[in-house]
Each structure stands twice: as structure tokens, then as C-alpha cells.
């Protein structure tokens, strides 16, 4: 089975842009989550789909926005970009039900510049 | 999150040795706790969990021990080896909520 797929694997933007990040999950996984990934803050949640349904959000701003598909594949958006918004990209897959296990992508490094 | 910082907390041990790396958990109501390993350019890989019903689970060279009484997680790797060089993050999770609170983390090197 093919894992979580996350393109692109790395990304330059300048301040003000907006970002699209792509994630395909592994197949037959109906829940996708996103995480931002930074040296100051860790690991942190920013969304969780389900069935083309947000059903969690992290504490994010408004420009962090997110939508699945009903293939189940998952982009997310960010607007008006700032310099802070650099960081590793992370997206994860889950069946959707009983398991909290998440299997992550190897992420779309952002820089902003 | 807990701040992570270029200042991870490191743990060095030799090739062969046990390690042990520790997590203090924040939400007495989480109920379910997972290690990932991380290395360099990758996402984080799944290692083991449990349940907050159990306070030890085994694996294949790996323990988790759960402490709920003092919000305590480690992860024992048995006779390490170079290939467990990454970083290890704890993660919590409380009642079904889908969204996983991760630890600050710690690197772990081994010298061989």
C-alpha cells in the first residue's frame, strides 16, 4: 500500500502570496489531518477531515484554511503569507474510525520569504 | 505546542546500550498516548501506543511505559543501534478527539 503522498516536497513563497499543499492519503483512509511543524513550536494541529467534513481545528488564524475531497485527497490553503509561515507541512492519514494512529507524510518544506 | 526550540533535549548512548527517552504527558483526561521517531527530511513514523487502561505495552525492541499518576510516558529500545538515531516525539490524545498533541521531543544519537 502506498503511503501518505504530500506534494510539492518543497516550496518558496514571498510574503503576501497565497499556498496551496496537496495530500493524498493512503488508500481506503477517509480522515485526514494537517500539522505544522516549526523549531520554535513543535508540532502543532492545525485541521482534521472527514468525509469531506472539518470535524477539528486547531487554534490557527483564519488564512489557514483546509477542504477534502471525496476521493478523500485533502489540500490546504494558506493566504497572505508571513515570514512565520515557514515551516514543514505535515499531513496525516487514518482509517477514521477507531484508531487515533495517524501516518504521516514526509511533508512540504515552505519557505517565505 | 511545547516550544522545541534548535535546543532539543539530546540523549546519547552507545550502540548496544538501552535507551530510554521520557515524556511528561499535560492532560490527566487524555487516554491514549503514541511514540513517532522522526528522522532527518521525513515525517514522523509510528513506534508504538497505548491505552490509558494499560501501563505497559510491548513491541519489537520497544516498551512504553505508562505512569498515569505522575502524567508520565517512556519508551525503553532495547540493544540500540544506529538506525534508531532521530528525534522521538510523544503524543496525547483525550476521548476520541482525533487530534493528537504532540511533546517537545528529544534526539536521540547513537555512537556506534
Known amino acids: 500500500k502506498a503511503g501518505v503522498t504530500q506534494t510539492p516536497r518543497y516550496l518558496i513563497k514571498t510574503r503576501g502570496q497565497q499556498v496551496t499543499l496537496s495530500c493524498s492519503p493512503i488508500s481506503g483512509h477517509r480522515s485526514v489531518s494537517w500539522y505544522q511543524q516549526t523549531p520554535g513550536q513543535g508540532l502543532q494541529f492545525l485541521f482534521e477531515y472527514f468525509s469531506e467534513t472539518q470535524r477539528n481545528k486547531g487554534n490557527f488564524p483564519g488564512r489557514f484554511s483546509g477542504r477534502q475531497f471525496s476521493n478523500s485527497r485533502s489540500e490546504m490553503n494558506v493566504s497572505t503569507l508571513e515570514l512565520g509561515d515557514s515551516a514543514l507541512y505535515l499531513c496525516?492519514?487514518?482509517?477514521?474510525?477507531?484508531?487515533?494512529?495517524?501516518?504521516f507524510g514526509s511533508g512540504t518544506q515552505l519557505s517565505v520569504l | 505546542g511545547e516550544s522545541v526550540g534548535l535546543h532539543l533535549p539530546t540523549l546519547s548512548v552507545q550502540e548496544g546500550d538501552n535507551s530510554i527517552i521520557n515524556c511528561a504527558y499535560s492532560n490527566s483526561a487524555s487516554d491514549y498516548f503514541i511514540w513517532y521517531k522522526q528522522e532527518s527530511g521525513k515525517g514522523p513514523q509510528f513506534i508504538i501506543d497505548i491505552r490509558s487502561n494499560m501501563d505497559k505495552r510491548q513491541g519489537q525492541r520497544v516498551t512504553v511505559l505508562l505512569n498515569k499518576t505522575v502524567k508520565h510516558l517512556s519508551l525503553q529500545i532495547a540493544a540500540t543501534q544506529p538506525g534508531d538515531s532521530a528525534v522521538y516525539f510523544c503524543?496525547?490524545?483525550?476521548?476520541?478527539?482525533?487530534?493528537?498533541?504532540f511533546g517537545s521531543g528529544t534526539r536521540l544519537l547513537v555512537r556506534p
Open positions: 496525516a492519514s487514518r482509517p477514521g474510525t477507531g484508531t487515533e494512529k495517524l501516518f
Open positions: 503524543a496525547e490524545a483525550m476521548d476520541s478527539s482525533y487530534k493528537l498533541i
